[in-house]
């Protein structure tokens, strides 16, 4: 399913993904259906935001009987691009690179990492869960040899804007940072930044600031 002509906000796409997760322990318990209202307790929205998140997508469910669990959660699936393989590189082999490596939920939702990359000569020729560290100067041929569509980069943040400028000459339009600084892309590329010292700081800051109101 190819979404054109529509402009659909992060926080749409976001909250998708929850109705995914939701969706397959919905199944896992055994529904066969389930109602806007139910969906969105689940994920502490309203029914309403359920229906317009689906909307921009189709028409699903039927008025009075809800969404059969199994067939959203496929669309959904399709909707998302999961419902395939994508071809996956990792920059990167310290401690954060090693983690994603051995992340089983890539793999379930069909995310595959093909190639990992490191500077590091002690690295360079070992293997990681199977796969094998190659040096980062042959980064562009590789990831172009391997028809590679996403882009992990877990590298620090001093050569981290180099790396992502040669992802981006060798044709990859996706890329996952973990990198603690701000990058560069151009517009027709898409990244994503995970900063965790940033998603702690947000924790402490709501500790902190316990008698505060907050607004999404």
């Known amino acids: ?3 054109t002509g529509k402009r659909i906000s992060e926080s749409t796409i976001h909250r998708l993904s929850l109705y995914f997760r939701s969706l397959g322990i919905l199944e896992k318990e055994g529904y066969v259906t389930v109602s806007s209202k139910d969906l969105a307790q689940r994920e502490k929205l309203t029914p309403a935001q359920v229906r317009k998140d689906l909307s921009f997508f189709g028409q699903f469910g039927t008025r009075g009987l809800g969404y059969p669990v199994v067939e959203l959660r496929q669309q959904i699936a399709e909707i998302l691009g999961i419902n395939r393989k994508w071809n996956v590189a990792l920059i990167g082999i ?4 090693s983690a994603l490596v051995s992340f089983k939920e890539f793999i379930r939702q069909g995310f595959i990492i093909k190639l990992i990359f ?6 360079i020729g070992s293997f990681n869960k199977g796969i094998e560290v190659h040096d980062v100067t042959n980064l562009r041929q590789m990831l172009n040899k391997h028809n590679i569509e996403l882009v ?4 620090p943040a001093s050569v981290a804007q180099r790396i992502v400028d040669e992802v981006v000459d060798a044709g990859v339009k996706a890329l996952l940072s973990f990198a603690p600084t701000n990058l560069r892309v151009p517009s027709n590329v898409t990244m994503r930044t995970v900063n965790m010292a940033i998603e702690m700081e947000h924790l402490s800051f709501h500790l902190t600031n316990e008698n505060l109101y907050y607004t999404a």
Do not use: E, P, S
Not at 94 to 97: D, E, P
Not at 152 to 155: D, E, F, N, Q
């Open 1 to 3: 399913m190819r979404i």
């Open 118 to 123: 490191d500077n590091d000569q002690r690295k």
């Open 94 to 97: 310290g401690n954060v690179g």
């Open 152 to 155: 992990i980069i877990a590298v």
